[in-house]
Every structure is written in C-alpha cells, then in structure tokens.
C-alpha cells in the first residue's frame, strides 16, 4: 500500500483537476476520485462501510449546525431590507467626499459582512443596493465594480465567517478565539480599501464625482435606522466573548433577532421568510456536499501516507520556514483561479496544515500560530476572489452590473489588490495583528 500511495495520491489529484474541468461540480469532482482511490487501496466491503459511516460522522457534528445558522442570519437580514439600511447610513456619512458612496459601499459591505458571513453573498446584496445609486450619480464602472467586488472579500475576515468555521473545525481550534484573530485583521482591511478608495478619487476625479452633503438631521435619521443590527451585533458577540453563549447559540440567537428585526421594519414578509429559509438550505447542502466530498478524498489521501510524506519533506527543504509559508500561500493564490474557498480549505488542509504546524515560526506556541496560520490563510483566499483571471466576487458583481467590461473591473481591482498584498506581508512579519486581541479576550 505505502509503495503505490504517493503515485495513487498524484493521479488522484490529476483526476480531480480534469474533472473540475468538465465543469463537474466540485463535491463530486473530489468525491469520485477518492471512492476510486480507496476502493483500490483497500476493497470493497471496505469502501462500502466507510461510505455508510462517514456522512453520519460528518452531518452529526454538533459546531457545524453554526453554519446554517450564520447564513440564515445573513439571509433575514438582506430580505429584512437591513443591508440597504446599512448603506444609506453608510452613504450619509461620507457620500459628500469625492468617491463617498464607493467608501459607503466598502463600510456597508464590512458591516454586512459581519452578520452575513459570506464573501459572494456579500458582494451580490450590497451591489443590488449600491451599485444603481453609485452609476446614477454619476460614478465610473471601474471604480464601482472594483470596490463592491473588494468590499465583498470583507464577508470572509469579519465574523462571522463560513470559512473562518471550518478551518476552526477543520484543525479544531476554538471558534471564538479565531472571531478574535480575524477582528482586527478585517477592520484593516475595510480601512485599507476606504484610503484606495480616497486615493483612487482623487487621481481620477472623473470616476468619482461630489455628492450633495447631507444636514447634521440628515445623517442622524440615516444612523438611527441601522441601530437593529448594531443591537444584534452588540447581543451576539457580546454574549460569546462574555461567554454567556457558545458561537452556535450566539448564531441562533442571532438568526432570530434578525428576524424579528425584519419584521418589525415589516419589509420582512412570508415571501421573504420562505426565500431565506429556501437559500439557506440550498447553500447548506451544497456546503455539506463538499464536506462529504473532501472527507471521502482526504481519507483515502491519509491512507496513501501523503500528509504524512509532504510534512516530512516540507521540514527537510533547506529553506527559511518564513519562505516555506510564503509558498504556501502562493499556492493558495493560484488555487483561487481554479477553486473555491471551502474547497481549497477542505481538501487541503488536511496536507498543509500539519506540515505548516511544524515550523518554527516567529516562537509561537502550538495554537497561536494555528490561530496566526488561519487568518492569513482566510486574507490569502479572500486575495484569490479578486484577482485574475477567475475572481469569484468580480464575476459576482459583474454579472449584476452588465454594462461594466470585466476588464474595466480588473483595472480597477490593481491598487485593491496592492493594499491586500501589503496586508498579507504585515501580518506574516507581525502575528501580533492577529494575535492581540486573542491575547486581551483570552489571556
């Protein structure tokens, strides 16, 4: 078995990647080879019994009911009319600086992002919501689209995060402390596109015109609009960093009180509760999917011995172990052209993530660098839904704005993507980024 693993783990892969490329869906481009693969290192009565048992492994784990609850949440809030709340506030802040509505959109992605959770689901809401006002003003498309595509990537960092959940249950680290890590690392990252966005403007006015300012009274009504998901936000992770709920009561508490603060705006209907709970399971399932597909390909991969065989080798490469990450991460980046986030997550992880533990890097500690590892892992994954030539949230966000070119858009990403390159240099020289907050809430 050991002498034909490592070749059955590189034809694996090989099939994996064509079948992507026959537009397979990616659950069943990783489940099918792995089923292959362990049929032929085992037999079939082996296979069989693994397939019976692994789905109720996987489907019964208590953490990942916070994952449905997350995007439940997201979904009451964005039929709630919340997310068009949390622009208009935005916007009334800062709409009268020259490009005050692409900073609107940057903030009110960031603040959707944290009650929604997911990078595509972000872009797509607040693009619905700000990009016809942004072009009717007068705003440019490269500029418009590039910063709803960039202010989307906020849904990954920010918690609550899809991803940022699985990669704690992935290499079982606490999910609170991870919600800390990405807090001050996703706060940068909001703060970094609004100053792109400044300089942007003022190096080409032409894409980013003056808007009336608003009176003080104004601003105040637009503010006053947005205190229910404030008020969610406080309950939530105030409860969890208070420790008077775990991060899955935290998301069902959440997921309620959004409902009821859609209701009570009565923009939250029967429609739209049925539409919320009907995406939430279709994206569920289709999370679950892939679970169940990398799990299957991820034990046959164990039993070929290869994690096991790319730790070994990655700690005998006669190279700085800050160099060994810096590939890793490029990696990631190319990944991102072919993959999704959770894909690139599940079916990797399992390979990285020991061989990475196994570093010494700037003296952590066993679960702060995981904790270090994993934010700049997710900033890694959020760089690769931007960047050419597959970015998912600019096709997400030029699929709603058909009258910008995508290369109009790309254009438009590159100084995005500059201030996303120099956050990731920051954070693999100065963990404490990261690190600080883990620190203050949990020493």
Known sequence: ???????????????????????????????????????????????????KGSAVARLTVYELSVIPLF????????????????????????????????????LSAGAFGAVCGSSVATSATITQVAYPQMRALGYGGRLSTAALASGGTLGI??????????????????????FA?????GLLAMMGYVMVVWLFARARPEQAPLSERLSWLERGKALWTIWPISLIFVVVFGGIYGGFFSPTEGAGVGAVLTLVAGLAKRELRLPGIRASLVSTAETTGMVFMIFLGADMMN???????????????????????????????????????????????????????????????????????ALWFGILLLMTVS???????????????NSLAKDVPMNETYKGLAPFLAWDALRMLALLFFPIISL????????
């Open 1 to 51: 078995m050991s002498a034909m693993g490592p070749q059955l783990g590189v034809m694996m892969f090989v099939a994996m990647l064509v079948l992507m490329a026959l537009r397979v869906p990616i659950a069943a481009a990783m489940f099918v080879p792995g089923v292959a693969g362990y049929w032929l290192l085992t037999d079939s009565m082996a296979t069989i019994n693994f397939l």
């Open 71 to 106: 995007l439940l949440m997201g979904q009451f809030a964005s039929q709630g009319g919340l997310s068009r709340d949390l622009f208009r506030a935005a916007a009334a802040l800062v709409g009268h600086v020259r490009g005050g509505l692409a900073m609107a959109a940057v």
């Open 157 to 178: 960092l920010i918690p609550p995060s899809v991803p940022l959940v699985v990669y704690a249950i992935l290499t079982e680290q606490n999910i609170a402390k991870l």
């Open 181 to 185: 890590a990405a807090m001050v690392p």
């Open 299 to 369: 034990a046959t991969l164990a039993l070929t011995e290869m994690p096991k065989h790319v730790a070994e080798w990655v700690a005998a490469l006669p190279l700085p172990d800050l160099s060994i990450v810096g590939a890793v991460l490029l990696l990631y980046i190319l990944l991102g052209c072919v993959m999704d986030e959770l894909s690139m997550l599940l079916l990797t992880l399992p390979v990285i993530f020991p061989a990475v533990m196994g570093l010494d890097l700037w003296g952590l500690n066993y679960e702060s660098k």
């Open 383 to 397: 760089f690769g839904l931007i960047a050419p030539p597959i970015g998912l949230n600019v096709y997400v966000v």
């Open 436 to 443: 600080g907050l883990v620190r203050v809430f949990f020493s």
